[in-house]
């Protein structure tokens, strides 16, 4: 699979300066105002105790060892898990001033941007990370609440690439999404980054009018992968194959990401093969049952906003 893709050219292209971020004037437990101008406010819901608890330690590891950035970037991470997206990029944005040639403070700060519907800050952010990672050794990145396997699937590279990709698609630059999940690819080492990444690749060349070639890059996904973490992306790509029935996936009684995560992509099924009445019904349950921030949502609400 990965031959296949390396044929592909990789670039960037470096963004230009961004306005400010829409959200800057809002009331305090207000996080943003949606593409289609509702308006987001923080979660009320509580934590899991085992992923506070973690969390402080994580925080405690990084004090006593003097990662002061490590120390913020969790820190940021609980806010996120919180629901405090502004605070969490308040938070890395003062180390940023500190330590600007870290690629993890972009990285998360990125992610965050997303959450906020600031597309443009994030693509700045996460291109500055990716150029910063440029000829660089990869590292793990520790998940918050570790999978079944406490075995974490991603890495700076790839959540670099990754977000970026994603920040391009919400954008509708499907081009540099592209070229950024190649990268993306080329970086991962286990299936679940892998299928991961090709779920939005293969959306891209989608919407980018790439039918024939789109058919090839997952032609090699097979129904037998070990999947640990990214099952619904999994079986959305046998879907796109003919191999999986997409009334299953809607029908299944599943937490409030993976809806979004499967509403958003059985949509984009329809939406491509021209039933685009049935995607734009389909993403507006999505939107409708409020989880505002998974990226499933916050795709449906970019479809919705641009009216198709």
Known sequence: MKNLLAVIYIGLFLGCSS??????????????????????????????????????????????????????????RLSGYNGEYREAI????ERIEKDSDNPALYRHRGHRYISLRAFDLAIKDL??????????????????LPNEMNTPKS?????????????????????????????????????????????????????????????KVIDPVRAEMNIVENDSYHKLLLVFKGEFDPNALLGTDTDALSNATVGYGVGNWHYI?????????IWQNVYDAGNWSAFGFIASEAELGSKN
């Not at 509702?38 to 060892?65: C, V, W, Y």
């Not at 308040?90 to 944005?93: K, R």
């Not at 910063?132 to 918050?144: A, H, K, P, S």
């Not at 991962?188 to 980018?208: G, H, K, Q, V």
């Open 19 to 76: 306005p400010a971020p829409k959200y800057a004037s809002l009331p305090e437990d207000v996080q943003a105002v949606s593409l289609l101008g509702d308006t987001l406010f923080t979660s009320s819901s509580s934590l899991p105790d085992a992923l506070t608890i973690r969390i402080d330690s994580l925080i405690d590891a990084a004090e006593q060892e003097s990662r002061e950035s490590d120390v913020l970037i969790w820190k940021a």
């Open 90 to 93: 308040d938070l890395l944005s």
């Open 127 to 144: 291109e500055k990370a990716a150029e910063l990672i440029r000829n660089t050794e990869d590292i793990i990145e520790q998940d918050g």
């Open 273 to 281: 093969n021209g039933r685009k009445d049935r995607a734009i019904e």
């Open 155 to 215: 890495s700076l590279h790839t959540n670099i690439w990754y977000h970026l990709g994603l920040a391009y698609y919400l954008n509708k630059d499907f081009e540099n999404a592209q070229k950024a999940y190649v990268e993306c690819i080329n970086a991962s080492t286990n299936d679940d980054m892998m299928i991961a990444a090709l779920y939005w690749y293969y959306m891209s060349l989608r919407r980018n009018g790439q039918d024939e070639f789109a058919g």
